[in-house]
C-alpha cells in the first residue's frame, strides 16, 4: 500500500536542542537543533463483566473501589520492528482522500513510522477479550527530497525519520543524526505527529526540523 503525499514545508516553532508521492517547497528558516519519551497500546472504553472487575485501592486504606481493566484494540512492539512511543492518530474524516476514510492512522514519535487500521476493527475488537486486536497495516512513504543533489527523484521510505533527518540537516542541524537518546530504536527522535484542519484534512508535524507537512493522497488502501 503506498500513501502519496505532498509536502508543504512551514516554518514551526523552534525545537529545544512502507505507501505514496511527495514533494516540498523549504522555506528560508533559521538553523536548528533537537529536543526529548517510551509497550505501545491503543486502548477504547469498554464494559466488562463483574467476574473481570479488579479492586482497586486508593491511598493507605482499601475501599470498595473497582476499577474496569480497558484492553488495547491495536498495539505493535517496542523493538526494531516497531517503535518506542505512540504519538497521535485520527479517524479520517476528511473529502481530500476518500480512500483513506473509516481509517485510523496514527504514528510512533520516535520512528516516525505510520501505521493504518480499519475503524470498524478496531470497534469490533473491543469485545473486552484481551486477546482481540484489529489487523495494523504499515504505510509507506514515496518522497523526493528537494535536498539531494542529483536529484534521485522518489524514493520509498518505511517510515518518516529519514525524511525528517534530511530537513533537520537542510535547515542546519549539527548532530550526524537526529538528536534523542541512545537507547530509542533509531538512536534519535524524529517526533511525528499527526494532526487535523477544520475540514478533517491530515497533516503531519515534525518537532525535530521544525516542518509541517500535508496529506494530500493514499493509494492502495
Do not use: C
Request: aromatic letters at 10%; charged letters at 20%; a neutral charge.
Amino acid at each position: 500500500m503506498l500513501v502519496a503525499r505532498r509536502m508543504y514545508e512551514r516554518h514551526a516553532s523552534e525545537p529545544d536542542s512502507r505507501p505514496p508521492p511527495v514533494s516540498f517547497s523549504p522555506p528560508n528558516a533559521p538553523p536548528i537543533s533537537a529536543p526529548e519519551v517510551p509497550m505501545l497500546t491503543l486502548a477504547m472504553p469498554q464494559s466488562l463483566p463483574e467476574a473481570d472487575r479488579i479492586p482497586l485501592q486508593i491511598g493507605e486504606s482499601p475501599t470498595g473501589t473497582m476499577v474496569v481493566p480497558l484492553y488495547p484494540v491495536i498495539q505493535y512492539g517496542h523493538d526494531r520492528g516497531g517503535g518506542d512511543s505512540i504519538g497521535s492518530g485520527f479517524v479520517y474524516n476528511g473529502k481530500l482522500i476518500p480512500a483513506l476514510r473509516g481509517k485510523y492512522v496514527f504514528t510512533d514519535l520516535t520512528t516516525g513510522r505510520i501505521w493504518y487500521a480499519d475503524y470498524k476493527d478496531m470497534l469490533a475488537a473491543d469485545d473486552g477479550k484481551p486477546g482481540t486486536l484489529a489487523r495494523l497495516q504499515p504505510v509507506r512513504l514515496l518522497w523526493n527530497d528537494p535536498q539531494d543533489s542529483p536529484d534521485a527523484g522518489k524514493k520509498v521510505y518505511d517510515s518518516m525519520f529519514p525524511i525528517v533527518e534530511a530537513a533537520y540537516h537542510a535547515r542546519g542541524g549539527k548532530h550526524p543524526k537526529l538528536p534523542g537518546r541512545p537507547e530509542l530504536v533509531f538512536g534519535g527522535r524524529a517526533d511525528v505527529r499527526f494532526s487535523i484542519d477544520a475540514g478533517g484534512e491530515l497533516f503531519l508535524y515534525s518537532k525535530s526540523d521544525g516542518v509541517i507537512r500535508a496529506v494530500v493522497e493514499a493509494i492502495g488502501f
